[in-house]
């Protein structure tokens, strides 16, 4: 079974304001899968639709087999989502915000230790997040991410504005959440990072998926013998470029 279904998904925000337009998507459970495109290519509106934060305006989308908009209650137990660039409770401690996430999803407390000691924190349970560096905090997001074993974790720029040391860690701590069974969707501006972390990739360009397959398929795509070795940032320029002008002829 599929861990995520979407099949025909479309969204406006108002008039002549399509955000997605009939899009097809299928992740396999326990692979990380990536969604990458341009900005406003509907990456962040698909994802809130996915984890029922948005309702579409037509299409379905399915949890392993569960509808997202049935059951809704179900389906946001499975899942979990992380944005890169959000922001923190001022003076509480990690463990302290980790116990009220817990609390908030009637998720055990020895959770809160499990997550800690998983994403790194056990020695900086007792620190304030909003006085950790950029990559800390990210790792306290992830660790926020699991507080509920999602089955499906939905990662949206987890390693922007991160310098290189600390988006390697939290590229590491992705993989090891997806070796323990954990199925993750992952949206990047960060070729390299699609390429060493997806097994799978979809390009979204103008709310339409544009071409999937794996990073190597991908580049069958566009290798000429002008570009014999093309690399992951030419099949996205090729592709979503091209896209995007067949969208405006
Ligand atoms: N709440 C909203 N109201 C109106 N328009 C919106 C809203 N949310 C998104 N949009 C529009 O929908 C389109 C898709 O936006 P979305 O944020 O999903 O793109 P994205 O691929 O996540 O972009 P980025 O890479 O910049 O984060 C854009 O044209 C955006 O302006």
Redesign the pocket.
Known sequence: MDAVLVKQVT?A??PG????AGVDLAIREGEIHGLL????????????IMVGL?EADAGSVEIFGLDVRRELPRVQRMVNLVRGFSGVLEKVTARELLIYYALLYGAPLGRVEEVLRRTGLWARRDEEVASFSSGWRQRFFLAKGLINRPRVLFL??PTVGLDLDAALAVRDLIRDIAREGCTILL?T?YMREAEDLCAGIDL?AG?RIVAGGSPQALKDLVRTPDLPEPTLEDVFLALTRESLEVADA
């Open positions: 969204k925000f108002g304001r399509q955000a997605l495109g341009p900005n406003g290519a509907g990456k962040t509106t698909l994802i809130a948005t949206d720029e949206t501006h979204i709310g």
